[in-house]
């Protein structure tokens, strides 16, 4: 969603402004903008005394006025490329803060894009969430007199500051930030104190970098990762003064925090293309390397042993673990929850965020609440764990990125150590937390005794070697390229499957509509006939996933309901099973590895299928229209 940036320091803001913003884009947006402090100047003078050419004579003086100092705001609809076309050639300053925008409030246009100023265009400020009181502040502000330009929750938060600005913006902020309710993180400047930036922040993300004789503001790391690795997370309800040499937080009232530094400790490259056209197909093929680094450390004689993680407490008397989450991390969920049934015998129950935070929970006490997040910011889940841990439950987080909010409150957390996930469409980070899924079963299974040595022997010797069938399934990537070639032009697909089959056709329609924006269902495969059946139709290509030996009969009859409809079936199964399929027109075959094993291995070629249909049809595919990468609103 939104992003953020901010500068201040001996450099010039503007072009670090810019570059950040564009390491922001993955997070998704439809406007951006930038306000850009302009110091007083010397106002052109005329000569007093010219001789009697027209020269300036040397003798006599001139009276030298100044321009006072401003903010210049350029913004604009669109993608960054079009405001940085409006701002033409980069001025020079030590102060600017940039904003690219998702919008909730107002439709994307260059009026409700940010920065917003108040009435006299003396303070600008950006904005990330919701001001859910805006209606009723924007009405009475209006009486007051202040004049709205934009449709946006976010202008009330300007004129609130204007309303309170009495020679000091830090004071006018903290009084604003009395009155409004929702989710924000804001930055704001004023042409009056070029010395600083003030940055507010509750329930969305921001960091501050710190460089030699500069300051930074961002909603995430990758946007100044180039410019220093020494970072401050900020918390919900911390407000911040930046200048170029300091950085002051306290709480809202003016209390200090004392913060520890945070050192990043991967590098530019990993959040830049590396050769790749895409993040997605970059990420697409780093799934090997990212699951490699989420099984370092947990193998100990030849067992999966997650002791050393510290999470071990919070299982000790579990009955029930939900699992809750939203999209792609949801239904990396539901993988977990066949997994801790079947390994570790646990009772479990997955769910979407924005529907297990609304319902009235019976909750269990003797249960964990588990989310995966690979932002950890998600709102939906950000609220489920919160409302799990006022009923006294204990979470424990499944997230990506260290620091983040879930990783900060959970009461325990395992990585997933994907490495940066910058395309909106999440590959790596789902396999990682698959992987993590596989890892807690097979720990939880070893701990409380529910599957034999021998078992989880097995087990743990595949999950090894995992990362090298997952690179020969990337090996297939030509194959499937042709094969989206020949479906490029289709409206409709299914995507069918049985047990975890059915996990898998879940993520794999969900990857194929939101970069492709092709209408994609997936269904349990016996469940077809109970209505979708009436959507099958000459040449729909219906995807199957075969890869549970003991469905595969079941399965196949489904395929023979849809085939007898004029379906074309491609089916995504293991290399044992290919016998059985042969009725299917297409066929990508999967390595032979045990059937609870087999999501790590099906999905890749759903997530290249995916990559290269909306290759084909020339979408946007690290940055798919009215999508965010880190959805921090409700
Ligand atoms: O950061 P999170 O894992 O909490 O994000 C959850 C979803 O927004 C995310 O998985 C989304 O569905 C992806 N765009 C799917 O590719």
């Excluded at 997070?27 to 302009?38: E, L, M």
């Excluded at 841990?389 to 997230?399: C, E, H, S």
């Amino acid at each position: 969603m939104c992003g953020i940036m901010g500068y201040i320091g001996n450099g010039n803001a503007v072009p670090v402004i810019i570059d950040g913003l564009s390491k922001l884009e993955y997070r998704g947006y439809d406007s951006a903008g930038i306000a850009i402090y302009k110091p007083s100047q010397e106002k052109k003078q005329q000569p007093l005394l010219v001789d009697q050419k027209g020269e300036p004579e040397t003798s006599g003086s001139a009276i030298i006025e100044y321009e006072d100092a401003y903010i210049e705001i350029i913004k604009k609809k669109g993608r960054l490329t079009e405001m940085i076309e409006v701002l033409g050639e980069f001025p020079t300053t030590s102060l600017a803060i940039g904003h690219t925008r998702w919008a909730t409030h107002g439709v994307p246009s260059d009026a409700n894009a940010h920065p917003h100023t108040d009435c006299s265009g003396r303070i600008a400020l950006v904005h990330n969430g919701i001001i859910e009181n805006y209606a009723g502040l924007r009405k009475q502000l209006i009486l007051e007199g202040h004049d709205f330009v934009s449709e946006t929750d976010t202008e009330v938060m300007v004129h609130l500051i204007e309303k309170y600005y009495n020679g000091s913006l830090e004071e006018a902020v903290r009084k604003a930030l009395t009155y409004v309710h929702g989710s924000f993180a804001i930055v704001v400047i004023c042409a009056d104190e070029p010395d600083k930036i003030i940055a507010a922040k509750k329930a969305s993300p921001m960091i501050v970098g710190l460089g030699e004789g500069e300051t930074f503001l961002a909603s995430d790391i990758p946007a100044i990762i180039g410019k220093t690795k020494r970072v401050y997370i900020i918390e919900d309800d911390e407000f911040v003064v930046i200048k170029s040499d300091s950085v002051v937080i306290t709480d809202f009232e003016g209390n200090p925090i004392a913060k520890e530094i945070f050192e990043v400790t991967w590098d530019v490259e990993a959040a830049e293309k590396g050769g790749y056209e895409h993040f997605m197909l970059k990420e697409i093929h780093e799934q090997p390397t990212a699951l490699r680094e989420t099984l370092r450390g947990n193998i100990k004689n030849n067992m999966i042993d997650l002791s050393d993680l510290g999470i071990d407490d919070i299982f000790t008397d579990v009955e029930k673990i939900y699992i809750v989450a939203c999209g792609t991390a949801y239904h990396a969920g539901l993988v977990g929850r066949t997994v801790l049934e079947k390994l570790a015998r646990i009772s479990v129950e997955t769910d979407i965020a924005s529907e297990f935070r609304y319902r009235d929970i019976l909750w269990n006490p003797h249960s964990v609440m588990m989310v995966i997040s690979q932002s950890g910011e998600t709102a939906d889940t950000l609220a489920v764990l919160r409302e799990a841990k006022r009923n006294g439950i204990k979470v424990l987080a499944v997230t990506n990125v260290v620091g983040s909010s879930v990783a900060r409150e959970a009461d325990r957390v395992i990585y997933t150590h994907a490495g940066p996930e910058i395309a909106v469409a999440s590959t790596k980070a789902y396999s990682t937390q698959l992987l993590v899924m596989y890892l807690l079963g097979l720990h939880l299974a070893r701990v409380r005794g529910t599957c034999s040595p021998q078992e989880l022997a097995e087990l743990a010797e595949e999950i090894t070697h995992i990362d090298e069938l997952v690179e020969q399934v990337l090996t297939e990537e030509d194959k499937i390229k042709k094969l989206a070639e020949k479906y490029q032009g289709v409206q409709d697909t299914f995507f069918l499957g049985r047990g975890l089959d059915y996990a898998v056709a879940m993520e794999g329609a969900l990857k194929l509509k939101e970069i492709s924006y092709i209408h994609a269902e997936a269904y349990a495969a016996g469940e077809l006939k109970h209505g979708p059946l009436a959507l099958i139709d000459e040449g729909v290509p219906v995807l199957a996933l075969i890869t549970q030996d003991n469905l595969v009969e079941k399965t196949m009859s489904n395929i023979k309901e849809v085939k007898a409809r004029g379906a074309v079936v491609v089916a995504i199964c293991k290399e044992n099973l290919q016998e059985a399929c042969q009725e299917c027109d297409e066929q990508i075959l999967l390595p032979n590895v045990n059937p609870i094993l087999a999501p790590m291995v099906s999905v890749v070629p759903l997530q290249i299928f995916s990559y290269y249909m909306a290759i084909f049809r020339g979408a946007d595919v690290d940055k798919p229209r009215n999508l965010a990468k880190s959805v921090t609103v409700e």
